[in-house]
């Protein structure tokens, strides 16, 4: 039986992180799934303006921010912006800590100092890092910010979230992860798109390889991690496809007969 609905993250599962283009084996893949019936939503944790526009795919509707600001089609069905007194704690341990924090907003991303995983965390989404200074950074956080984007290690979480209870971490690459609200995550927003689908969760389908994946990967009627996943990844899912670079998620599709 065909799902009525698939989530697919963007980076190392769609996309390869050395790649600027879906493979035309994925591409194909996914117009043969909506053909079939299934609507194709994009799940990630990039803004909105950060998603490239791909040739030959057109997808339904997209998952933003780690499930905090939710489309379908272009209208916004569930917006859930950073707690701001936590998002000021956040960025004021970063500071105590030397580490830069990218605030995330849908239209921009402006980070208050610059290092060398920021530059690298940047250039995943073709961009570079957003700089300013003190006042520009203090108005932008006025703004509604839906994200954190910190280039940091796991053995720095704890301390970066010192003194929050509305914030936790979406880690999906070691050297970096997404601060977001508590109430948030992939599963939560694929919760609720399908709610104002009046799809059911067992008519769902995930593809992921990160971290930031494994909820949505145990949430989904069918859970499929990459074969680049980390291991507490491939733990949460039903079943491991092959790599990205391998077109994983054209094989699995075909493993399934969904296509």
């Known amino acids: 039986m065909i799902p009525r609905i698939a989530f697919f993250d963007l980076d190392g599962t769609l996309l390869a992180?050395?790649?600027s283009d879906i493979s035309p084996k994925v591409k194909l893949a996914l117009s043969q799934l909506q053909q079939r019936g299934c609507l194709v939503y994009l799940a990630t944790g990039r803004a909105p303006f950060m998603i490239p526009k791909f040739s030959d795919v057109?997808?339904?509707?997209?998952l933003c921010f780690n499930g905090g600001l939710c489309y379908c089609g272009e209208k916004v069905i569930y917006a859930n912006p950073i707690d701001t007194v936590d998002m000021r704690t956040v960025i004021a341990n970063g500071i105590k800590m030397g580490i830069p924090i990218m605030a995330a907003a849908p239209e921009t991303i402006m980070s208050n100092f610059y290092n060398h995983d920021l530059d690298d965390y940047?250039?995943?989404?073709?961009?570079?890092?957003?700089?300013?200074?003190?006042?520009?950074?203090?108005?932008?956080?006025?703004?509604?910010?839906?994200q954190l984007m910190?280039?940091?290690?796991?053995?720095?979480?704890?301390?970066?979230l010192q003194g929050t209870t509305r914030v936790k971490i979406a880690r999906w690459w070691e050297r970096a992860a997404d601060v977001i609200p508590l109430e948030c995550g992939k599963a939560h927003g694929i919760?609720?798109?399908i709610a104002?689908?009046?799809?059911?969760?067992?008519?769902?389908?995930?593809?992921?390889?990160?971290g930031n994946d494994a909820d949505m990967l145990k949430f989904a009627g069918l859970g499929i991690a990459m074969g680049n996943a980390g291991e507490d990844t491939k733990a949460a899912a039903d079943y491991v496809a092959d790599?990205?670079?391998?077109?994983g998620v054209y094989t699995a599709l075909?493993?399934?007969?969904?296509?």
């Open 17 to 19: 992180f050395d790649k």
């Open 58 to 62: 057109s997808f339904d509707g997209r």
């Open 122 to 146: 940047t250039k995943i989404a073709g961009l570079s890092p957003n700089v300013a200074d003190a006042k520009t950074y203090d108005n932008f956080l006025q703004k509604s910010v839906y």
């Open 150 to 160: 910190v280039p940091i290690r796991a053995e720095q979480d704890e301390r970066l």
């Open 191 to 193: 919760q609720q798109i």
């Open 196 to 210: 104002h689908l009046g799809i059911s969760r067992q008519d769902t389908l995930a593809f992921g390889d990160g």
């Open 243 to 247: 790599s990205c670079a391998a077109d």
């Open 254 to 259: 075909k493993h399934f007969s969904f296509i």
